[in-house]
Structures are given as C-alpha cells and as structure tokens.
C-alpha cells in the first residue's frame, strides 16, 4: 500500500504540470487585458504598456508558461497578485479554512443523509416512502446550487428569519451553505446506495443470512451495507471533488470569504496568478481525495488488494 500511495503521489507532478498548461493556455487565449485591468480604466496607454511590461505579459506564451512553471518547481511560489501584489500562496491559506469547512460540513450531511435514505428506500423497495424519497432524489438532482441556495434565504432568512443569510462566522451561519452545496450530493449518494444495496439485498448470502435468524439490523448494516459501500465510496469521492466547484457559486451566494469568491474576484478583474493559483490548488485536493478513496477501498473490502504494476 505505502509503494502505490508514493506511485500515486509521483503521477500527481505530471498530472498537475498538465493543469497549469491548460489553465495558463485558457488564460492566455482568453479575451481582456490584465494590465487594463490594473491601471484602471483612465490610465493611459503608457501607464498601461508599463504595466505590461513590468508583469511580463508582453513575453511569448512559452517563456510566460516557463517562468510560472519555474517559480511553482523551484520555489513552490504560486505567483504575486495583480490587484492586492500580495503571495498567492498566502491568500489562497487564509481563504481555504472557510472553503475546507464549507465543502467538509456539505459532505458530511451529504453522506448522512444520502446513505441513509438510500437504505431507507432499498429496504422499502416499491414502497409509498421510496417513491418520496426517489422523488425527492430527483427534486434535489435538478436543482442548481445557487438555485437551492437563493430559496433557502428566501425561505429561513427572508421569510421566516430563523437563519442569518450570509456570512460564516457561527454555526448559524453555516447550516444554510451546507445544506445549499450538500443537497445535490446528498441526492447522488442516495440513488447510488439505493442501486447498490438493491442489488446485494438480492445475492444468496442475505437470504442465507435471514434463514439462520439474524436479525435485519446485523444483515442490513453488517452484510448488505459494508458490501455496497465500494460504488458508494466512488460516488462520494467523486461528490467530494464536486463540492470543491460548487463551493465557488455558494461562497458567492452567501457572502462567504473562501477561495470560490476570492476566484471569483479574481476573474472579475483578470488577477490570472490567483486564478491559477486557485485551480491549481483545487487539482491538488481532488488527487488527494482520489487516493483516500482508494485508500478506503481496502478497509472496507480487505478481497481488494492494490496490484503492483
């Protein structure tokens, strides 16, 4: 396991250098100019072309790549902002605490929730109770986030003002991002435990089991469950990434000062290092959630044994 762990860390280097040049070669291409974005729209032109050239944006696109490329290799440096001339490094530190506990909360209650209900519906298969939570399922796999999130505040903030309708500073705080960026996953995990554990309720070593008396509790959570949780697991990993992006459009919905806003922003006014600088440190958590999904394969199944290759 230690010598895939160190493989799968090793194949991260590649993986994110290709990351970096898509991004950066999106960015290149991409309409606007950052130095006008810098001067301000009364600058002149002088003032402006002095700006390009102090950034370096008047470099071809490969010695630009190179030099990025440089500074992330060599030095770990993520660049200086445009607008704050701050480290990106730095910034993106300060803002991934509320991003972390955004995305944490949304998938712990995605997980609760989803796995639950989707035993719930497979034990009551063909069921009035799994037909509303199918259902409901499918409410919450066609909303949008900032859909889910805007009728939220409506709903608890606006309406029945219960709940605060920005800001992250307290737990109240907190529930209504968590539920706006976790009902959608939470919608996905259910279907997939629910597909799941159908199809092991059905396999001979659960009838066995229920004809040597165990009782549904011990088949339901230590028979059938532990066995479906392998493409549960996928899906939750998956999930996890995702909420990474979506937190992005919540941050924004709630007043939330985390990365997805700081990028946000960023884009608004060109600020490409802490664009890259965001992206790229979203890429390092998805690779890193891959491999604890992978991880958590062979604790939940000891039959899967990583193969060396």
Request: no cysteine; glycine share 8%.
């Given at each position: ?7 799968r ?19 290149y291409?991409s ?30 696109f ?23 001339g ?17 995305a ?23 069921t ?52 706006a ?5 939470s ?19 659960i ?14 959570l230590?028979?059938?469950l ?84």
């Amino acid at each position: 396991m230690f010598k895939y762990i160190s493989k799968r860390i090793l194949i991260l280097i590649p993986t994110l250098i290709g990351v970096s040049f898509i991004v950066f070669s999106l960015l290149y291409l991409s309409p606007g100019d950052a130095a006008q974005a810098v001067a301000g729209p009364e600058a002149s032109k002088a003032a402006i072309e002095a700006i390009r050239q102090n950034l370096g944006l008047n470099d071809p696109f490969l010695i630009q790549y190179g030099r990025y490329l440089k500074d992330i290799v060599l030095h770990f440096d993520l660049g200086t902002s445009y607008q704050t001339g701050r480290s990106v490094s730095i910034s993106l530190l300060q803002a991934f605490p509320n991003t972390l506990k955004l995305a944490g909360g949304s998938l712990i209650i995605a997980i609760i929730f989803g796995i639950f209900f989707g035993v719930i519906a497979a034990i009551k298969k063909n069921t009035f109770i799994d037909s509303i939570i199918t259902t409901v399922g499918m409410v919450g796999l066609a909303m949008p986030i900032f859909w889910t999130g805007l009728l939220l505040i409506i709903l608890f903030s606006t309406k029945l003002k219960v709940l605060p309708a920005s800001g992250f500073s307290s737990f109240k705080h907190m529930i209504l991002p968590w539920i706006a960026l976790g009902f959608q996953s939470s919608a996905v995990i259910m279907r997939m435990t629910r597909s799941a554990m159908l199809d092991v309720l059905d396999k001979d070593y659960i009838r066995t089991a229920y004809s040597k008396g165990l009782s549904e509790k011990v088949i339901i959570l230590i028979h059938a469950l532990k066995n479906a949780m392998i493409p549960v697991i996928t899906t939750i990993g998956l999930q996890a990434g995702g909420l990474l992006g979506g937190s992005i459009l919540t941050e924004t919905i709630f007043s939330i000062p985390g990365i997805g806003r700081l990028m946000v922003e960023s884009i608004k006014t060109r600020d490409y290092p802490m664009i890259l600088g965001g992206i790229m440190l979203i890429a390092i958590m998805y690779s890193i959630i891959s491999i604890i999904v992978d991880i958590m394969y062979g604790i939940v199944n000891p039959r899967i044994k990583v193969t060396k290759e």
